[in-house]
């Protein structure tokens, strides 16, 4: 095992040192959510050198779209490289990445086995470099692997963002070690925006972001309508550009870069 990881670390230094991207800034302390409302509950955004839990409501509880593309978001406003570690596989999509804002030339995508998984995540967060890692899990977290992952995240100062693609959560576990904890989904509520084709109105469902836990105390939550952001990554139809009308053949390509461990 120790040597698949010194392998798996030695193709990632290669990969981010080939990026020859801007060093991961510790300028600025926090990285904005890009909603006001937020950012300001939060003090500024969610802290870096910390890690963040992310877990997907109703519908939206197994698959976790809308948390991965809230990740992704605020991915956009880090500098250096941003590794997302998925658990056996990885179900990621790329054009849910790009229409984010994320840069796919910063994003290194990375496949572990469940017995290697949390010593990867582990080692990868105190690499130089690395602005971000997503811990993208299919299993329910444990005190361990949190404390462990907050450990690393503060020695090195990248930020851990913990999603969990679990149905686990019914409610808010009793403990939390993590900076915050997050869920997000579907609310049931619509908003209507004009239809620029047909002229009617369409109903566009709306996002619930909950705060469940904050390591300063305190929960919130917040309803959020896309129909707001038009050039916002929460926009569920964002306008096109020709970067993010690549083919499928490219996008197979780029998958199969990604590096197992």
């Given at each position: 095992?120790?040597?698949s990881h010194s392998d798996t670390l030695d193709?990632?230094?290669?990969?981010?040192?080939?990026?020859?991207?801007?060093?991961?800034?510790?300028?600025?302390?926090?990285?904005?959510?890009?909603?006001?409302?937020?950012?300001?509950?939060?003090?500024g955004g969610l802290e870096k050198g910390t890690?963040?839990?992310?877990?997907?409501?109703?519908?939206?509880?197994?698959?976790?779209?809308?948390?991965?593309?809230?990740?992704?978001?605020?991915?956009?406003?880090?500098?250096?490289?941003?590794?997302?570690?998925?658990?056996?596989?990885?179900?990621?999509?790329?054009?849910?990445?790009?229409?984010?804002?994320?840069?796919?030339?910063?994003?290194?995508?990375?496949?572990?086995?469940?017995?290697?998984?949390?010593?990867?995540?582990?080692?990868?967060?105190?690499?130089?470099?690395?602005?971000?890692?997503?811990?993208?899990?299919?299993?329910?977290?444990?005190?361990?692997?949190?404390?462990?992952?907050?450990?690393?995240?503060?020695?090195?100062?990248?930020?851990?963002?913990?999603?969990?693609?679990?149905?686990?959560?019914?409610?808010?576990?009793?403990?939390?070690?993590?900076?915050?904890?997050?869920?997000?989904?579907?609310?049931?509520?619509?908003?209507?925006?004009?239809?620029?084709?047909?002229?009617?109105?369409?109903?566009?469902?709306?996002?619930?972001?909950?705060?469940?836990?904050?390591?300063?105390?305190?929960?919130?939550?917040?309803?959020?309508?896309?129909?707001?952001?038009?050039?916002?990554?929460?926009?569920?139809?964002?306008?096109?550009?020709?970067?993010?009308?690549?083919?499928?053949?490219?996008?197979?390509?780029?998958?199969?870069?990604?590096?197992?461990?």
């Amino acid at each position: 095992m120790a040597s698949s990881h010194s392998d798996t670390l030695d193709l990632l230094r290669d990969r981010i040192a080939r990026m020859n991207l801007s060093p991961a800034s510790s300028i600025t302390q926090r990285l904005s959510t890009g909603v006001a409302e937020i950012d300001a509950r939060l003090g500024g955004g969610l802290e870096k050198g910390t890690v963040h839990e992310f877990f997907g409501a109703g519908s939206d509880r197994q698959v976790s779209a809308k948390p991965a593309r809230f990740v992704a978001a605020v991915l956009v406003r880090t500098t250096g490289a941003v590794i997302w570690i998925g658990e056996e596989t990885l179900d990621l999509c790329v054009a849910g990445v790009e229409q984010a804002g994320l840069n796919p030339g910063r994003l290194i995508c990375v496949t572990a086995t469940q017995a290697s998984f949390v010593d990867l995540c582990e080692a990868v967060l105190r690499e130089p470099g690395v602005a971000a890692v997503v811990v993208d899990s299919r299993t329910a977290p444990d005190l361990g692997t949190t404390r462990r992952l907050q450990r690393a995240a503060h020695e090195r100062g990248a930020t851990g963002f913990l999603l969990y693609r679990s149905a686990f959560l019914a409610g808010c576990p009793s403990h939390c070690l993590s900076a915050t904890r997050w869920k997000i989904g579907p609310s049931t509520s619509f908003s209507l925006r004009d239809n620029p084709v047909g002229g009617a109105y369409a109903a566009e469902e709306r996002w619930s972001i909950e705060m469940l836990c904050h390591h300063h105390g305190g929960v919130a939550g917040w309803v959020i309508d896309p129909a707001r952001y038009e050039r916002h990554p929460f926009s569920v139809s964002p306008e096109e550009s020709p970067q993010h009308a690549r083919d499928d053949r490219e996008r197979r390509s780029w998958w199969r870069s990604a590096l197992r461990a």
